[in-house]
């Protein structure tokens, strides 16, 4: 495998560029679901592991409640009550399908450091414990089937900074568990260290994360990689051999692949405005830097721009208020009103939404997650054409709901859009404005003036078998509704040009 791997210049890998079938698509859905889904306690669930061996936090003091100290009972012990008994790898993915996404997968890895592929690499991975399957390769099989494209997230490059080694009385610290907990290091210190506090990765753990990613490129072809913020600290090399390696593959394979990243100047940003001083020193320490421009496409977690781009970016977000990423106990999720209109604005800006869902330890999606993946995707059913395969338009929007910045974690947990807000897309000789709302009888879009009534063949409501009356002047088109139409959430008028 070594033989096979070189390194290209920036220079060179950037022309590399985004897929076209990327800009088209717009809606995935990948999962979080591991070993941390079994104790699903938030409020991030995905990083109880981190918090157990942390006094004082809210999942310690579950822990010990439940399964007693640290101490006495580790993250490992967890893995033998992960069996994962209802997964079904093709149920999933005919949800995804039903809700409309084009491209799906799972985390792979999380900064947990269990690998949910059949892997030679890593021995703590789900194919050898826990549910004792290949999930990564089950997954791929399956969304492939359901015509859609697979993705896998990687977060494995935070592990080295993940778990406390220099606690010596938990299993952290025990070189037994180093293949799961990370290569010991900073096991002199005397009091808990933030990430920024802690030694630099290794050449022989920056080894292991680039051929985990290899060893997955290799047995499941994905179509798209996405990196969370670790990825920005590995050093250049390794970064630049892995990107090298997957496009030399990609080529072979005749296939166009993405890559997604977290940009950490954006994080860097937010923890500026709300002073979190600990991810402040540590991007300070440990740099802030992502790929080049037109490399891969950036990601805002949890955010979304205030305004529209020139660039391609995602959101990833979760299907949950909490921000648990994964399954937790007593999970609140958003409403599906909220869903469609962070979709609708995040594609009119020139995004792409990325949408997480956390299946239970038994590897179930919840019934409330289900219900609204089910009623996004009738939504889609009827709007389709206003998402897919479109541009944004001359401009984004109009209405009162202004978004502050554009930066992470800024999203609203439910909507306050209101029907007023408007959000325009366009393909062919068609613009699309859609309404964040239901009008009543009659409804003005202001922005519409720029056109002249004899660019302006028809007007449509999607969903409604008829033309619209309608009117154009210097203050806008006005539109008169039909009394009777089943719209829910968000109307899509169709202005079809004459030219």
Same mark, same amino acid.
């Given at each position: ?74 993250? @490992? ?71 859609? @494209? ?46 920024? =506090? ?12 680039? /051929? ?64 979190? =001083? ?5 991007? =300070? ?85 289900? @219900? ?37 974690? /800024? ?89």
């Amino acid at each position: 495998m070594d033989d096979f791997i070189y390194s290209l210049p920036w220079s060179t890998l950037t022309t590399k560029g985004v897929p076209r079938w990327l800009y088209e698509f717009k809606f995935g859905i990948y999962t979080h679901w591991g070993v941390y889904s079994v104790p699903a306690c938030g409020p991030n669930g995905s990083w109880y592991p981190y918090f157990m061996y942390r006094q004082g936090s809210i999942q310690h003091q579950y822990h010990v409640k439940n399964y007693g100290d640290p101490s006495k009972f580790g993250y @490992k012990d967890f893995i033998p009550m992960f069996k994962g008994e209802k997964f079904n790898a093709d149920d999933w993915a005919e949800l995804f399908k039903k809700a409309g996404a084009r491209f799906a997968g799972p985390v792979a890895e999380h900064h947990d450091g269990f690998s949910l592929w059949d892997s030679k690499v890593n021995e703590w991975n789900s194919a050898k414990m826990g549910p004792c399957r290949d999930v990564v390769g089950e997954l791929e099989k399956a969304i492939k089937r359901h015509g859609m @494209k697979f993705m896998v997230a990687f977060h494995h490059a935070e592990n080295w900074w993940f778990f406390p080694h220099w606690k010596k009385e938990y299993d952290t610290s025990d070189p037994k568990y180093s293949g799961l907990y990370g290569p010991l290091h900073n096991q002199e210190a005397n009091r808990e260290l933030e990430w920024h =506090e802690q030694d630099k990765p290794t050449q022989d753990f920056l080894e292991k994360w680039k /051929n985990k990613i290899i060893e997955v490129i290799e047995k499941y072809r994905p179509d798209l990689m996405w990196f969370d913020f670790g990825f920005g600290w590995v050093r250049d090399s390794y970064r630049r051999e892995v990107i090298s390696y997957y496009f030399r593959r990609a080529y072979e394979w005749n296939k166009e692949v993405a890559l997604v990243f977290k940009p950490l100047s954006y994080h860097y940003r937010s923890a500026l405005r709300n002073k979190r =001083e600990m991810w402040i020193k540590a991007y =300070e320490k440990l740099g802030a830097p992502g790929l080049p421009p037109g490399l891969g496409v950036p990601d805002l977690e949890l955010g979304v721009m205030g305004d529209l781009t020139y660039h391609i970016w995602m959101t990833d977000t979760s299907i949950d208020k909490n921000g648990a990423w994964s399954y937790i106990q007593n999970i609140e999720y958003k409403s599906t009103r909220t869903l469609i209109h962070t979709l609708v604005d995040i594609v009119s800006k020139n995004g792409i939404l990325l949408l997480n869902v956390g299946p239970k330890a038994d590897g179930e999606i919840p019934e409330e997650a289900v @219900k609204r993946l089910t009623e996004l995707g009738e939504w889609l059913n009827v709007n389709e054409e206003a998402i897919y395969g479109t541009v944004p338009w001359v401009i984004y929007g109009e209405g009162p709901t202004k978004i502050e910045d554009s930066l992470p974690f /800024n999203e609203m947990k439910e909507s306050s859009f209101t029907v007023e807000d408007i959000r325009f897309t366009t393909k062919n000789k068609t613009v699309y404005a859609i309404s964040l709302g239901v009008p009543e009888e009659k409804f003005l879009i202001k922005s519409l003036r720029i056109l002249d009534k004899s660019e302006v063949d028809s007007v449509e409501l999607l969903g409604v078998e008829k033309d619209l009356k309608w009117s154009l002047d210097e203050n806008g088109m006005k539109i008169i509704l039909p009394q009777k139409k089943d719209v829910k959430h968000a109307c899509v008028f169709k202005i079809v040009l004459a030219k």
